[in-house]
């Protein structure tokens, strides 16, 4: 074994060029560059790919189970109740769920998210916040 700062030269059985160890992958024989090449040339165009990865990695969800809930919503968001928004950056509606015990709260829209995440989840704010707007509404009427 090395002593720690030093590299083995290895040779990537791809593309043939010799780097440090450090540049490949720990389970294949190609460096990494080869490595991302060969994944991006499987994955390119295929966003059910990216899809299924994203809601596995980040939810622990299949895109089955999105569905689900998307149906059991009837496609409408949880929070305010309307359907996807056509203009919205997020076309779709996206996973809410809670940053202390990650539990799924339910799918809403991308805006809708936001506000929460503003609100720092806390309702005793958005309460104050709908409060205020009651107030501002009856002084301008």
Request: hydrophobic share 30%; net charge positive.
């Amino acid at each position: 074994m090395p002593p720690l700062g030093v590299h083995k030269v290895r040779v990537c059985k791809k593309c043939g060029e010799t780097r440090d160890s450090e540049f490949y992958t720990w389970s294949r024989s190609e460096c990494k560059r080869c490595a991302c090449t060969r994944t991006s040339a499987r994955t390119k165009g295929r966003s059910d790919l990216h899809r299924a990865r994203h809601l596995r990695r980040v939810y622990g969800l299949t895109p089955e189970q999105y569905d689900t809930m998307f149906a059991q919503q009837q496609g409408l968001c949880a929070l305010c109740g309307k359907p996807p928004i056509e203009g919205d950056l997020q076309k779709s509606l996206v996973i809410d769920h809670d940053h202390e015990t990650g539990a799924i709260r339910g799918l809403i829209h991308g805006r809708c998210n936001s506000l929460l995440g503003y609100a720092q989840d806390t309702s005793s704010l958005l309460l104050a916040a709908a409060a205020y707007l009651s107030r501002c509404k009856n002084k301008a009427g």
